[in-house]
């Protein structure tokens, strides 16, 4: 009796959110998934889900690989301009370090998270392009200041859904990291 419940309550947890999206990213990449609105930031207006990998050396916080991950929100149809998506980063960001910080019981360094996001050339297959720069903290060991490089790109998916995709990184965007953030951008499709 059990399965057929269990299996239900997994049917019904991804019809929620529609249907999954594939993030390109190698088999040895952690994946968590997670539904609008965001435990940690609900005050993103989002409806749909999240789908994050991170590097193998996400946690290599003291090297170039450290933070080294990408996110992908599959969301309901909408325009969406790039200082939307600098506040929903500030937000994102902020919520998050803020919860880890907490629950680790580290000091609040007090610091607030700003992402500065400019044009770039649209990746193939994608409507538009964003380079940036996102300045935090890092609630994951220390509490110390963390500047990650970050990509975004979005896209519709069909009538109903746009994607948004994010790659970030503590190294430089021509560092080693980025060729293969970019190859899991290309390869992830609608």
Known sequence: ??????????????????????VAA?????????AFPLQFAPSIPYEGSEHV??????AQFATQWGFTYVFLWDIKQR???????????NVYFDGLMEAVTKNRRLDDPGTV??????????????????GGRLFTWNGFAK???????????HRPCGTDRTQVFFAFSKAPRDGAAWEQLREIRKATRC
Do not use: I
């Open 1 to 22: 009796m059990q399965a057929p419940r269990l299996f239900a309550a997994v049917f019904l947890l991804c019809c929620s959110v529609g249907a999954p999206a594939q």
């Open 26 to 34: 190698p088999d040895d990449w952690r994946k968590e998934t997670f």
């Open 53 to 58: 990998r991170f590097s193998p050396k996400w």
């Open 79 to 89: 325009t969406l301009q790039p200082q939307e998506l600098e506040r929903g980063l």
């Open 113 to 130: 998270t700003a992402t500065s996001l400019h044009p770039m050339k649209a990746p193939e297959g994608w409507a538009e392009g964003l």
């Open 143 to 153: 509490g110390e200041p963390l500047t990650l490089h970050l990509e975004v790109a």
